[in-house]
């Protein structure tokens, strides 16, 4: 009996229409299988190394996310090539960066602390918001999220370090309570703006 070899997946509209209704461990199971091809994708193609591929390949999941909520993908069965894409961007935009960084005489003395950088890119009313909205998670989802807040670049493995967990499960989790607090945030924007 011949055995029957499994075909990479290559249509993730399923994950399109699992975040759109909402069917959240459905949706995480497809991520689990496609960071990872994202990930490999940077490394291989573009060159970048592990650390990078994570962040780019987050990031950019990140902003086809607000696209999918949004429902601004029109055909869900090209998502996967949607998502190259937006990896491939993001990794240029980062590789450009780093040099604006590194060519910069200057930017070492003029690089603000992270801390810094928030305190002026924030106003006091977001900053109240999303305080208020980190309350509401329970304990151990306050101190995953503070993690990344306070360590802003902080990579997937670093994280997977303090908590004890797999890559996989730090970007899922990473995902999940992003998107919660995004949404909180949003509706108290809302009714803030009702007023």
Same mark, same amino acid.
């Given at each position: 009996?011949?055995?029957?070899?499994?075909?990479?997946?290559?249509?993730?509209?399923?994950?399109?229409?699992?975040?759109?209704? &909402?069917?959240?461990?459905?949706?995480?199971?497809?991520?689990?299988?496609?960071?990872?091809?994202?990930?490999?994708?940077?490394?291989?193609?573009?060159?970048?190394?592990?650390?990078?591929?994570?962040?780019?390949?987050?990031?950019?999941?990140?902003?086809?996310?607000?696209?999918?909520?949004?429902?601004?993908?029109?055909?869900?069965?090209?998502?996967?090539?949607?998502?190259?894409?937006?990896?491939?961007?993001?990794?240029?935009?980062?590789?450009?960066?780093?040099?604006?960084?590194?060519?910069?005489?200057? %930017?070492?003395?003029?690089?603000?602390?992270?801390?810094?950088?928030?305190?002026?890119?924030?106003?006091?009313?977001?900053?109240?918001?999303?305080?208020?909205?980190?309350?509401?998670?329970?304990?151990?989802?306050?101190?995953?999220?503070?993690?990344?807040?306070?360590?802003?670049?902080?990579?997937?493995?670093?994280?997977?370090?303090?908590?004890?967990?797999? &890559? &996989?499960?730090?970007? %899922?989790?990473?995902?999940?309570?992003?998107?919660?607090?995004?949404?909180?945030?949003?509706?108290?924007?809302?009714?803030?703006?009702?007023?």
């Amino acid at each position: 009996m011949r055995q029957q070899t499994l075909k990479p997946r290559l249509d993730y509209s399923e994950l399109v229409i699992s975040l759109l209704n &909402g069917e959240q461990r459905r949706a995480e199971k497809l991520m689990e299988e496609l960071i990872p091809k994202l990930e490999e994708y940077l490394r291989v193609v573009m060159g970048a190394n592990k650390q990078a591929a994570e962040e780019c390949a987050q990031q950019a999941f990140m902003n086809v996310y607000e696209h999918i909520m949004a429902n601004k993908i029109k055909v869900p069965k090209y998502i996967l090539s949607y998502l190259l894409r937006a990896c491939k961007n993001e990794y240029i935009r980062y590789q450009n960066n780093e040099k604006r960084y590194l060519n910069s005489e200057d %930017t070492f003395h003029q690089m603000a602390e992270p801390a810094q950088q928030i305190e002026s890119l924030v106003d006091e009313e977001r900053k109240a918001l999303l305080k208020e909205c980190l309350s509401e998670l329970d304990p151990e989802s306050r101190e995953f999220i503070s993690f990344f807040l306070k360590n802003p670049d902080a990579s997937t493995k670093d994280a997977s370090k303090h908590f004890n967990l797999t &890559g &996989g499960n730090v970007r %899922t989790k990473k995902s999940r309570l992003t998107k919660q607090l995004h949404k909180a945030y949003k509706q108290k924007s809302k009714k803030l703006n009702d007023v």
